[in-house]
């Protein structure tokens, strides 16, 4: 059983201002607010989680990839989350559209990536623990082509 401690602090400043961070039990402190999608430095929640599930999901990848034997070269993923109200009119990330780009070190079938992404997808812990949908739009790179 894994466990993870995570530290947050919020304050107010005298001129009103506030600010939060949040500090991992490594020690790696960030800069969090709510709105701040395009503040340098500065990460939203929403934003964290998106790209926890995207993180979570390329580790299942490379982890079933290595299974069949097969050496990733390159993952690029740009992810979307979308943040509106769900069925029961709470605001929530509803879905997430996952776009990764991969490189294998041999030639790979369009059938074999999506099953290795669909065993990911299975295996992702993070992925397993939200109701958000998860879709995923996967395409190989041009080297690892069959």
């Known amino acids: 059983m894994a466990k993870y401690i995570f530290k947050i602090r919020w304050e107010k400043a005298p001129d009103g201002n506030e600010s939060y961070s949040w500090q991992f039990d490594n020690g790696v402190i960030l800069k969090a607010d709510r709105g701040a999608a395009m503040i340098p430095g500065i990460v939203e929640p929403e934003a964290a989680f998106v790209a926890s599930l995207a993180s979570c999901h390329m580790l299942s990848f490379m982890a079933q990839a290595a299974k069949r034997g ?55 812990f993070i992925a397993n623990s939200s109701t958000a949908q998860v879709m995923i739009d996967s395409t190989l790179l041009p080297a690892s082509v069959i």
């Open 70 to 124: 097969l050496s990733v070269i390159r993952y690029h993923d740009t992810s979307t989350g979308v943040l509106e109200k769900n069925r029961a009119g709470r605001i929530c990330v509803t879905r997430v559209l996952l776009q990764p780009q991969v490189e294998f070190s041999v030639p790979v079938d369009m059938t074999t990536l999506q099953e290795l992404q669909d065993a990911a997808h299975a295996k992702c």
